[in-house]
């Protein structure tokens, strides 16, 4: 466990100020287990807390039709501890998005982590916070992530990969097997490992067994 | 694929009018990966949309955090395909809360398919549906479970169970893997391994494969 856990933010209107605040960039067409795969994981973290935000707050609708809370807007986000960018097929406008993309840069510059499921690893690359960092991103949609930016050093077989403070996930379904292993990262194997036998899930905890690699 | 899709459904005020409908019901703290698990993977069914219900509708909060917006209350709610009943620590005070038992048996009664996750299907249980039916349930709050209704079948080793048109899961992440089972029932195992495929989700395809059980 980590220890006395200190909120770096003193503007946050909604959630507690004694855990480290997760910020969840929430689009209109999110992939729905990009946000809820990492969200049940690291629900399990003790000292931290996850806050959605989007570019308006308010409800955002995910591709499966599900609507989620947006507590924060672009405008009213704290500056969090985490930045978690997920991906989905609203990733293909969102790249197109000045204020997204202005969003992300800015809270990149005071993160601890900053993390992308799926095809938010594009929008990572297209705010150009990946230069010369090793990433991934979904295998359907590789060639999408690539072309945001080519001097990312862009990862074809991979579950996951860290790089300093980046941390980017293949898709979809890998973002949960790479939110345990930021758990890890954040505390140790054996608080990652009790929360994946809580939530009995069976976690490829190796970043290069990557079975839908191409 | 299954053919023309015709709704059972006529005062429904969300959602299309052509697809069978899915209901999931929620409840405060109600686990997040329970819901978001199946509705990531049924999200790939053409012929079906997943619909959020609650007591009162609106925004329920999950046990980690997160607010979905309940488009229907159980007054306002049309009759369901499905009825899914996820867990979580909110089962716990549900249990007692007469209309959530009362809105579970009445939707019963004209479903093609009842699921739970989780403990959800302690709630089914006290619901009186499952009696002498073979389920099961989280298997780190089995005994909760049982002690809803012992004439119940309970599997203490099984992933999921499938008993008529009552489909039970073992926890959290085991919904994720019931759901793609029910996927391939309703369609076909090429349906549900290509959900599979597109969510690079290493799916447990074998109920009886269940590394949990005690």
């Known amino acids: ?32 287990l990009d946000v809820f795969g990492p ?4 629900g399990g973290m003790p000292d931290y807390e996850m806050l959605m935000v989007s570019q308006q707050g308010g409800l955002v609708r995910s591709s499966q039709g599900i609507e989620t809370q947006a507590s924060y807007s672009f405008e009213t986000a704290p500056q969090f501890d985490i930045l978690m960018v997920p991906g989905g097929m609203g990733t293909r ?18 993160t601890q982590w900053t993390v992308s499921v799926c095809t938010g690893a594009a929008l990572l690359a297209k705010a150009g916070i990946l230069k010369q960092r090793r990433a991934t991103s979904n295998k359907l949609a590789f060639d999408f992530a690539v072309a ?25 379904s890998a973002g949960t ?15 990652a ?16 067994i990557d079975p839908f690699a191409r």
């Open 93 to 110: 406008s969102e790249i197109n998005n000045p204020a997204m993309l202005a969003f992300i840069q800015k809270q990149d510059k005071a």
């Open 148 to 172: 945001q930016d080519g001097d990312v050093l862009w990862q074809k077989q991979a579950r996951w990969v860290f790089d300093g403070k980046y941390v980017t996930s293949s898709g979809v």
């Open 1 to 32: 466990m980590s220890g006395k856990a200190v909120s770096t933010t003193s503007n946050s209107t909604v959630g507690s100020t004694t855990k480290k605040q997760i910020g969840i960039v929430l689009f209109n067409q999110f992939e729905t």
């Open 39 to 42: 969200v049940e994981m690291w």
């Open 177 to 191: 097997d790479m939110a345990l292993a930021l758990v890890e990262k954040l505390y140790n194997r054996e608080q």
């Open 193 to 208: 490992e009790s929360i994946a036998h809580w939530t009995e899930y069976v976690w490829n905890s190796d970043p290069t």
